[in-house]
Each structure stands twice: as structure tokens, then as C-alpha cells.
């Protein structure tokens, strides 16, 4: 009779998965921490290694969307992972669906991050871990450069940023997703124990999906080294748009731009500087002051034709009454005596 095979310990996770330990060693958040955990291996991984870490510390928070049958099954993976690691659980369940005019995965981002930010601030905690990665990133800037996406779209997924009284994290934008999956299964985890997959990930009538199955191998194949270079390159690309940020600040003050809808720049003030400057400044305006470009996106963003109207509306005003009004990204800008002017006519 043959013998039977002596069991082999588990692989050390540290070596099967390097970026992803470096990753975690350098994560420096605010204690106590609540991980956004899906049930998937992503976020899988950075719970049990943030509660590894920190223990005591870590708190769960889980979105149930209602999008598909699957769903009941990523709470009951959830529920089942939490109770095993002791770790306190703050699920919150939404309508997920999208309105008209309105992209699904759009929909489903911000209602998540509005459950995820009520969740977290009645848990008492301040900081939020997210578990997008280097794939993640990549998605993203390709997106990005899909749609012709100026700097703010190239600089893709931030990794640390502050909303809704929370401070965000995303401390694995450096770590391929693969080593997710290799760390996890190193302790002995499978998928369907260990996590749950997805189901929606699969299906190709998504962009992302169709990137990630298509396009990302063969990336791999003709520029190995594509998730570093690529991150490096939206990191350059984050940092320059932190500069024009800071020439914008101060253009702002230049031109009296203050947080009312009639206090925008004055057009006079405008006109004195470049072209250039002129819609960096008119970008910072719509966005900052008037929330227009939102961080999840969406069809209230002021589009590349709207703005180069916009300067060129400005560019011709030279008496005054010469009158501006155009739409904007979801209101008008209008002349208001010397100053610009931003409103919501649905409002």
C-alpha cells in the first residue's frame, strides 16, 4: 500500500506575496481603523492582515448593494470571517439602482461610499481603509485616457484623502492583485472558504472587466513591469495637478473668488490672465466651490467643450453688456454685473 503523503505546512504568506507585506508595514493610519470589506479576496486579505497588525483595532464595514442574487451570500461570507477573526461588523444595506441618465456603476459607487461614511462615523472610527490595488489602478487610468481625460482624470485613485469627516485610505495601489490571492491562499485559503468571487467580475458588458480579462495580460506580456511604471506615471501626473491646484488658489484670490454662488471670479480680473490660466482656474472654481466634479465622478462634471465655450464667452466680453449664460455641467455660469456666477436651475 502506498504511503500516505506527509501534509505540507503552508508557504510563508511574506514571501509569496512581498509588495503586499511591504504595503501593510508602511500603512499608517488612525487607530481604530474600519476595513470596507466585500468579501472578496481584495478586501479579504487587507482585513485579516490590518486585524493581524492591529488587533482590536479593526472594524468591518459591509455594503449589501441588493444588485444580484449573489449578494446574500457575500453578507453571510462576511458574517462568517468577522465572528472567526472577532472582529465587530457594521453592515448597511441600499438601493443601489441607478436613475435615468445615470451610469450603473455610478450609482451603485455612491450610495457605497454614503453607507460606507455613515457606517464608519456611527462606529466612532475616523479612518477607512479601501482595498483597490495596482490592477485597480491600472483600470482606472486606462479608463481615464479612454475617455481623453485631463490631469485630475490621469492622477486616477488617490491614496489617502479626507470627505465627510473621514480620512480614506488605499494602501495597496502599489500591490499587484495576484499577491492578494497568493498571501490568502499561503495561510491556507481558498475561494469559497476563504472569500467569495464575484460573479459580476466575469461578465465583459463592463468596461473594466473587459480591460482586466483582455487587455491586462497582454500588458503583462509586452511591458511586464506595466503596474509600477503605470503607477508611477498617474502619481507624476497626481503631484502636477497638486501644483496647478496651488496656481489656482491663488488665482482665485486674485480674481475674488469666494464660497457663494455670487462670488465668482471677476471677469475683468480673468481676462488679465492667460488662456491657459483662465480655465485652470475656471476648473478649480466648478469643482472645488461648486462640487461639480465630484471624486466618484459622474454627469455633473463641466466637459472639455462647455469650458473651451466658456473662455471663449469670456474672451469676447469686453463691453459691459456683453451677456454670458451657458450650461455647464449640471447648472449655468452666467454673468452677474463684473463677476461670473454658478447656479442650478433644478435646484
Avoid at 52 to 69: F, I, S, T, Y
Avoid at 107 to 120: D, F, H, N, Q, V
Avoid at 126 to 149: M, N, P, Y
Wanted: glycine share 8%.
Amino acid at each position: 500500500m502506498a504511503a500516505t503523503p506527509t501534509p505540507r505546512a503552508p508557504s510563508n504568506p511574506s514571501s509569496a506575496a512581498p509588495a503586499f507585506t511591504r504595503a501593510i508595514a508602511r500603512f499608517q493610519p488612525g487607530l481604530p481603523l474600519a476595513v470596507a470589506f466585500s468579501g472578496g479576496a481584495d478586501s479579504t486579505a487587507l482585513l485579516r492582515a490590518c486585524a493581524e497588525r492591529w488587533p482590536g483595532q479593526v472594524q468591518a464595514l459591509h455594503v449589501h448593494h441588493g444588485l444580484q442574487a449573489a449578494a446574500d451570500g457575500f453578507e453571510a461570507q462576511v458574517r462568517a470571517t468577522c465572528e472567526q477573526l472577532n472582529i465587530p461588523l457594521h453592515a448597511r444595506r441600499v438601493d443601489a439602482r441607478h436613475t435615468a441618465g445615470q451610469s450603473p456603476e455610478d450609482a451603485a459607487r455612491g450610495a457605497r461610499y454614503a453607507a460606507l461614511s455613515e457606517a464608519a462615523l456611527s462606529a466612532g472610527v475616523s479612518d477607512v481603509a479601501l482595498a483597490q490595488h495596482a490592477d485597480d489602478q491600472v483600470e482606472t487610468l486606462l479608463l481615464a485616457l479612454s475617455r481623453g481625460a485631463g490631469l485630475p482624470g490621469l492622477a486616477s485613485m488617490p491614496d489617502t484623502w479626507a470627505r465627510g469627516g473621514l480620512r480614506w485610505h488605499r494602501p495597496l495601489l502599489e500591490v499587484p492583485g495576484a499577491e492578494l490571492r497568493a498571501w490568502l491562499q499561503a495561510r491556507g485559503l481558498r475561494a469559497g472558504e476563504g472569500w467569495v468571487e464575484d460573479p459580476s467580475n466575469a461578465d465583459e458588458r463592463y468596461t473594466r472587466n473587459r480591460i482586466r480579462a483582455r487587455l491586462l495580460p497582454v500588458l503583462g506580456e509586452v511591458f511586464p513591469q506595466f503596474r509600477a511604471t503605470f503607477a508611477r506615471s498617474a502619481a507624476h501626473a497626481a503631484q502636477a495637478q497638486r501644483l496647478l491646484d496651488e496656481l489656482a488658489a491663488q488665482d482665485a484670490a486674485a480674481t475674488g473668488v469666494g464660497l457663494g454662488p455670487e462670488q465668482g471670479p471677476r471677469i475683468a480680473a480673468l481676462r488679465a490672465l492667460s488662456r491657459d490660466r483662465q480655465a485652470n482656474l475656471l476648473r478649480h472654481w466648478l469643482r472645488r466651490v461648486h462640487a461639480l466634479a465630484r471624486p466618484e465622478g459622474g454627469s455633473a462634471n463641466a466637459s472639455a467643450a462647455q469650458l473651451e465655450e466658456l473662455l471663449d464667452q469670456i474672451a469676447a466680453c469686453v463691453t459691459r453688456g456683453h451677456h454670458i449664460e451657458l450650461k455647464v455641467g449640471a447648472g449655468r455660469v452666467e454673468r452677474r454685473g463684473e463677476i461670473l456666477a454658478w447656479y442650478n436651475p433644478a435646484a
